[in-house]
Nanobody
Framework: QVQLVESGGGLVQAGGSLRLSCAASGSSFSIGTMGWYRQAPGKQRELVATMTRGSRINNADSVKGRFTISRDNVKNTVYLQMNSLKPEDTAVYYC?????????WGQGTQVTVSS
């Protein structure tokens, strides 16, 4: 299991941008898929974007064209650049990482978009 530390959340006006980062530590093995999920109040956790170690990306339709996921395999860090933010993007954003078939979650970072 790996430890995940997220940063970069905050409060932004609609149309603004934020960049989330998530650093993984605690393992000498290569980390597989990394990505981001989010959970809004009263809703289930949902996929935002994931990226395999080989750079294959899976995006939610709701963020295509606005959010960009990237990763640095040397630093074991995944990023989420969020542009053109909307109030409906408001949620707690969770980092996710897979190691040897087992998933780990970060503690979550709040993103609030005001209208």
């Amino acid at each position: 299991q790996v430890q995940l530390v997220e940063s970069g959340g905050g409060l932004v006006q609609a149309g603004g941008s934020l960049r989330l980062s998530c650093a993984a530590s605690g393992s000498s093995f290569s980390i597989g898929t990394m990505g981001w999920y989010r959970q809004a109040p009263g809703k289930q956790r949902e996929l935002v974007a994931t990226m395999t170690r080989g750079s294959r990306i899976n995006n939610a339709d709701s963020v295509k064209g606005r959010f960009t996921i990237s990763r640095d395999n040397v630093k074991n860090t995944v990023y989420l650049q969020m542009n053109s933010l909307k109030p409906e993007d408001t949620a707690v954003y969770y980092c996710y990482a897979e190691l040897m078939g087992r998933g780990s979650w970060g503690q979550g970072t709040q993103v609030t978009v005001s209208s």
